[in-house]
């Protein structure tokens, strides 16, 4: 079995090389739909948080736990280190005999890129993430910037990667570079 990460910063385009993947016929997982589901049943997240106001009918509401944590660093923390090992877990899990694709935002940061055949990092010009993190979640500029901010820059990630598509122009175009991509792995 063949793991293949795709990670890439904030708004970069990684929905939209997965959303191509998965037309393509290949089976591919957000680690972001993992971290949801991780919010709703944690007990260890609620334990945690449980003094703060981040709940919404007695629910952990990720907008406002988001707002928290992004404004304070050792919480991020504490969040993380609930979140990473079971996602890691949860990768660790997955079995298929064919490619699969799996999207991890942190894959860096987490420590995660071992758990990998490949690595397929999507980058973007940070003005057009920063449009497009404020389009899609309806951030102000503040917003948008403090979490962009909050990732490492692209350099050593780019470095670390086994593929990198710039993902600056049109659909065609990332369409393009995900074949381009997928012919590679299919020689190797």
Excluded at 65 to 92: D, M, R, S, T, Y
Excluded at 126 to 155: D, H, Y
């Amino acid at each position: 079995m063949v793991k293949i990460a795709i990670t890439g910063n904030i708004a970069a385009g990684k929905s939209e090389v997965e959303k191509i993947l998965s037309d393509k016929g290949y089976e591919v997982y957000d680690t972001d739909k993992f971290t949801h589901q991780i919010l709703e049943s944690s007990i260890e997240v609620k334990e945690t948080f449980k003094n703060y106001d981040v709940f919404e009918n007695g629910a952990v509401s990720r907008k406002k736990l988001g707002a928290l944590v992004f404004q304070n660093p050792e919480l991020k923390q504490k969040l993380e280190k609930i979140i990473h090992p079971k996602i890691k877990k949860i990768i660790e899990n997955i079995r298929t005999d064919k490619p699969v694709f799996i999207s991890v935002p942190l894959l860096f940061e987490a420590g995660m890129k071992d758990l990998f055949d490949y690595t397929i990092f999507i980058s973007a010009d940070e003005s057009l993430r920063l449009e497009r993190l404020m389009k899609r979640n309806g951030f102000t500029k503040e917003e948008a910037l403090l979490r962009i901010k909050w990732q490492e820059g692209e350099e050593n990630k780019i470095k670390n990667s086994d593929f990198v598509i710039y993902n600056d122009k049109t659909l065609k175009d990332l369409n393009d570079n995900i074949n381009n991509i997928l012919k590679e792995l299919k020689e190797n």
